[in-house]
């Protein structure tokens, strides 16, 4: 039975998620018209241990000779003004190391136009499909989460495309990668993206969509 592997930072998105699940383990497959082996992991906050913690439970899995055949990183996640708003659903096209590279008179300069590797990866279009209502775009991973209306202009200005950012997209599609495993990227949206606010952040509409997202019916 093919194994998915969904990759969560918090306990709160791992619980949501399984919320949705209602508990089962077996549902039916994204990837073919059989069954999948879900297993909900909390991998940790920011791009690195979000990496680190994928890429463990990748290893593990094949240790046991029970190794995954897709991952999906699944969260909230703050949205650009206009973009997307408070309790919608964005499903990547790409997830994008925003601040992954270096600064210059000129700008900044991505990691891989520097040479040094690759500073996105494409999602899977058939591992998780928008579903009604859900938007598309991509999903920026930020090893500081914006504050500032001058950084958010600042991101939306160098990705037009980017509809929201988070913090470990990245990280658990380079895990995936390494695998040459299918990646996806959900997130709900909690916030928008600007001067930080946190008394207009709304985690409970952010948490029941990721729920609602992840139903049987969602990921069938």
């Known amino acids: 039975m093919p194994r998915l592997l969904i990759a969560t930072a918090v306990a709160a998105e791992r619980d949501a998620v399984l919320a949705g699940l209602g508990g089962a383990t077996v549902l039916p497959d994204p990837l073919a018209p059989n069954a999948a082996e879900v297993t909900v992991v909390e991998v940790g906050v920011g791009p690195t241990q979000a990496a680190a913690g994928t890429s463990r439970e990748i290893a593990v899995a094949i240790a046991d000779s029970a190794p995954y055949q897709a991952v999906i990183c699944a969260g909230i996640a703050g ?4 973009r997307a708003r408070i309790g919608d659903i964005v499903v990547a096209t790409a997830s994008v190391a925003a601040d992954l590279g270096a600064e210059s008179p000129g700008g900044f300069i991505p990691v891989d136009e520097l040479g040094f590797g690759v500073s996105r990866f494409a999602a899977d279009p058939t591992l998780f499909p928008p579903q009604a209502g859900a938007i598309s ?7 500081t989460a914006t504050g500032t209306a001058e950084t958010c202009a600042a991101l939306t200005t160098r990705y037009p495309g980017a509809v ?3 913090m470990e997209g990245f990280g658990v599609a380079t895990a995936a990668a ?7 990227e959900v997130r709900a949206i909690s916030n928008l993206v600007g001067p930080r606010d946190t008394a207009s952040w709304r985690f409970d509409l952010a948490l029941a969509a990721l729920t609602r997202t992840f139903s049987i019916q969602g990921v069938a």
Do not use: D, K, N, T
């Open 164 to 166: 929201a950012e988070a």
């Open 178 to 184: 390494q695998q040459g495993l299918p990646f996806a």
């Open 137 to 143: 775009g991509e999903i920026l991973s930020v090893s």
């Open 79 to 82: 949205a650009y003004p206009g």
